[in-house]
């Protein structure tokens, strides 16, 4: 299973931008999938993540409330709506696969090539 993910950009504090996770290939595979971001100096973390069904989804507190995950079945594609962006979203973001619906690294693989998302205060 191959996960591209693009939607990144530059924008300012307070604004919105959607991320896509699209799978490629003409079968479609289930399972979770979880978004992850890494800034400089920092290490991956856990963003978000939606389980195969799409009716159950995980965040990372710093994001709760903010970014919504959600799937399109049709189009294969998982997306992660951030709203009220702030400075420190900032990083890279990555989509991979899990199957189990979990916020642990180690459980994701099929790891997509990241995009970036700049935060400008």
């Known amino acids: 299973v191959q996960l591209q993910a693009s939607g990144g950009g530059l924008v300012q504090a307070g604004d919105s931008l959607t991320l896509s996770c699209a799978q490629l290939g003409r079968t479609y595979t289930p399972g979770t999938v979880g978004w992850f971001r890494q800034s400089p100096g920092k290490e991956r973390e856990f963003v978000a993540a939606?389980?195969?069904?799409?009716?159950?989804?995980e965040y990372t507190d710093s994001v709760q409330g903010r970014f919504t995950i959600s799937r399109d079945f049709a189009a294969k594609t998982v997306y992660l709506r951030m709203s009220n962006l702030k400075p420190e979203d900032t990083a890279v973001y990555s989509c991979a696969r899990s199957i189990i619906l979990s916020t642990r690294l180690f459980n994701y693989h099929n790891w997509g090539q990241g995009t970036l998302v700049t935060v400008s205060s």
């Open positions: 939606v389980n195969s069904e799409g009716d159950r989804t």
